[in-house]
């Protein structure tokens, strides 16, 4: 039997893994998903990614932030195994939710990736808290659409220079904000939003960057999803130009993948938080190109 240490740390037995009563019935459904024989220090992905750019038009990476734009909502995942990653993801996606992340804390993420990429080849997919270039390759040849960090990894931004998946770096202040754009970044995360000050810190930021995209991450959670709708409805037209002093979307984890839902195995909640997220985000933006028109 083959071990296989997943990115959280935790060591998965292989044969057990794929032979398991729970996880049968998720395989059985992808007949045509295969898994790579490849392995080192973590479970290795067959290399589909690149299959993926001549799927859309454009590149994945324009396709993927067309979805963030259109969606508003990223949604943010961490799960406390795979085969919970795969059913609280297929809980979210089929409440409306297009834009999904599951973070490398989840033990067995990429197992779990590959997994969703065949079940949901049409969802913009990718993995979240990615810190070094190796993950990011993992991550990209499980199928993932877009990487996510809480800093600037410029290693892997170089890497999907081509379009091949979107980036989204994070940035704190104005100039980590700028060196990322500079940088190449498409767009950027701004973290922790909600320490530093939500809706005012947002406005503040796109102010002096009105071109540059960003997306809210932090802190916005059930009790406030007020501050989410204010963070996106923020467009003004100003002397015939638009100039947009909002994020073009906000990522939301506990909103969405409420912790006692979670332990609990409430997936008809998370389903239910999901069409609630899905719906919030789409009047945002229906608002949004309403006042732009």
């Given at each position: 039997m083959?071990?296989?240490?997943s ?7 292989l044969?057990l893994f ?5 996880i ?13 024989k ?5 479970f ?6 690149k299959n993926?750019v ?11 932030l ?11 995942l ?10 609280a993801a297929?809980?979210a ?8 992340e599951?973070?490398?804390?989840t033990?067995?993420v ?7 990429v ?6 913009s997919l990718?993995?979240g808290?990615?810190?070094d ?18 800093a600037?990894?410029?290693e892997?931004?170089d ?5 091949q ?19 190449g970044?498409k767009?950027?995360k ?7 000050g939500g ?9 002096p960057?009105p071109d540059?995209?960003m ?10 999803f007020?501050?989410c709708?204010?963070i ?7 002397s015939g130009?638009?100039?947009w ?17 979670m332990?609990?195995k409430y ?16 009047q ?7 006042n732009?028109?």
């Amino acid at each position: 039997m083959m071990a296989v240490a997943s990115s959280g740390g935790s060591i998965w037995a292989l044969n057990l893994f794929f032979s398991s009563s729970k996880i049968k019935p998720f395989l059985a459904k992808a007949s045509a998903h295969t898994y790579s024989k490849e392995f080192s220090s973590h479970f290795r992905c067959k290399n589909s990614y690149k299959n993926s750019v001549a799927v859309y038009p454009g590149t994945v990476a324009d396709r993927v932030l067309m979805d963030i734009e259109n969606s508003g909502i990223i949604a943010c995942l961490r799960a406390q195994s795979a085969e919970m990653a795969i059913e609280a993801a297929r809980a979210a996606l089929s409440g409306g939710i297009s834009v999904l992340e599951i973070t490398m804390s989840t033990p067995g993420v990429f197992e779990a990736l590959q997994f969703l990429v065949h079940e949901y080849p049409s969802a913009s997919l990718g993995v979240g808290t990615v810190l070094d270039r190796e993950d990011a390759k993992d991550a990209l040849k499980c199928g993932a659409k877009f990487l996510m960090s809480p800093a600037m990894v410029k290693e892997i931004l170089d890497d999907v220079a081509e379009g091949q998946a979107l980036y989204i770096p994070g940035a704190m202040t104005p100039t980590e904000i700028l060196l990322a754009s500079t940088a190449g970044a498409k767009i950027v995360k701004v973290y922790p939003v909600s320490a530093l000050g939500g809706v005012q810190y947002i406005a503040a930021v796109k102010k002096p960057f009105p071109d540059i995209k960003m997306i809210a991450s932090q802190g916005i959670t059930i009790g406030n999803f007020k501050m989410c709708k204010l963070i996106l409805i923020l467009g003004r037209r100003f002397s015939g130009s638009v100039y947009w002093s909002g994020a073009s979307s906000v990522v939301l984890s506990d909103a969405i993948f409420e912790k006692n839902a979670m332990d609990e195995k409430y997936f008809d909640r998370i389903n239910q938080l999901a069409r609630s997220a899905a719906f919030t985000g789409s009047q945002a933006v229906r608002k949004i190109r309403d006042n732009l028109s």
